[in-house]
């Protein structure tokens, strides 16, 4: 049984108040009594246990050292190594201190004793909370604002797939979202993005790039008992190293880098990516554009009915217990069937996967809307 939504936020704003002390410790006694010598008598302890020849130097260094790590315990990265280092320096520096000049601290040889309760509280904190992990990392990567781009041009392939293959690849509580009750989808998705930035941003700091996206269609029943359609990520490729990076930090989509390009010949176009070995080429107009051979769907406008734009995206922290919603808004959304005259998509091939439909939009206004997250709780 997992804790009540209620309970977990409490846990949750605890951890943040012991993060920031965490942090503040760290930064005082790094940034202003050392590096600013504010507080000399630091200065007196390190002389005193290392000699005053280089005692600045060595106090300021410590502080750097310091400061790096409240940045890191800011951050929240790798919490289990920040704590283990945290434990250890703080006590092996109190026992030296403890040991050879305890007239120098404020407390005297009680100054101990606050370390050890500040490594306690550093350990319960890490090791104990089911609310782990927080800190700016966390925080980034719940999308915490809106986003907002334009795509020259979405092509979107969605292929059937078995059921059980999707419900494998779906992380609990989301189910796959089917037609007819058997057939469960997967989705490839080309796009040529323009102007991806935060909304507060001007649009010369957007950026430009080409996203190949996976995802599985699947649908999640909120905390309001309201049923959500929308697409699970499996993998996420950009040709932008910078975009790779920033994947990375901002989503929990694990980015990796691929080359894309389209080109057109003779009314044809071409996507190729030579990492990805994969090649897709389709028609978009001309004589009429029938649903592709063994298609579940019985017409283009169901086919476009069911694998339209879906608004939502879901990404699940079981560690967290919690789902993350991100929803997407967009304007002049018409999308138009394509024919594909052939594919190679290595990535299909762990699936049992048949060509369903391929839809095309252009010149799209699209944002999302900052991440919302949900607490997962188990009946």
């Not at 499996?234 to 040709?239: A, E």
């Not at 944002?367 to 709780?377: A, P, Y």
Request: proline share 5%; net charge positive.
């Amino acid at each position: 049984m997992s804790m009540r939504p209620e309970h977990h936020l409490s846990f949750k704003r605890l951890k943040w108040m012991i993060l920031i002390l965490l942090f503040l410790v760290w930064f005082i006694n790094g940034f202003l009594f050392k590096l600013l010598d504010l507080v000399p008598r630091h200065t007196e302890i390190v002389a005193h246990i290392l000699g005053k020849e280089h005692a600045n130097l060595i106090t300021k260094l410590i502080g750097t050292g310091e400061v790096l790590i409240s940045i890191w315990v800011l951050i929240g990265i790798y919490g289990r190594l920040s704590a283990l280092m945290q434990i250890v320096l703080i006590l092996t520096m109190n026992i030296i201190e403890f040991i050879v000049v305890p007239d120098l601290l404020i407390f005297g040889k009680f100054n101990l004793l606050f370390a050890i309760g500040l490594s306690v509280i550093i350990y319960w904190n890490e090791y104990h909370f089911k609310t782990k992990p927080i800190g700016l990392w966390a925080f980034f990567k719940s999308q915490p604002f809106a986003v907002r781009a334009h795509f020259d041009f979405s092509l979107v392939l969605t292929f059937s797939i078995p059921k059980d293959q999707a419900i494998k690849r779906l992380p609990a509580p989301l189910l796959p979202d089917t037609f007819d009750e058997k057939h469960a989808f997967l989705a490839i998705a080309i796009v040529k993005c323009n102007g991806l930035r935060p909304v507060f941003f001007p649009a010369f700091l957007g950026q430009d790039f080409y996203l190949t996206g996976y995802r599985i269609f699947s649908k999640y029943i909120n905390i309001n008992n309201k049923r959500l359609r929308g697409l699970y990520i499996l993998q996420s490729q950009t040709d932008k190293e910078l975009m790779k990076y920033l994947g990375k930090i901002f989503t929990r989509y694990q980015y990796r880098t691929s080359d894309v390009s389209l080109e057109y010949k003779n009314n044809i176009g071409y996507i190729r990516s030579e990492l990805s070995d994969m090649e897709i080429i389709f028609r978009e107009k001309g004589e009429e554009i029938v649903l592709p051979d063994g298609s579940v769907f019985p017409s283009w406008k169901e086919a476009r009915r069911f694998a339209g734009p879906l608004p939502f995206t879901f990404s699940v922290d079981q560690l967290k217990n919690e789902i993350l919603i991100i929803e997407g808004v967009r304007e002049n959304w018409n999308p138009e069937p394509v024919e594909i005259l052939n594919y190679k998509i290595p990535y299909l091939h762990g699936f049992d996967a048949q060509l369903a439909s391929a839809f095309m939009v252009k010149n799209v206004p699209y944002s999302w809307k900052k991440g919302k997250i949900e607490q997962l709780v188990e009946v």
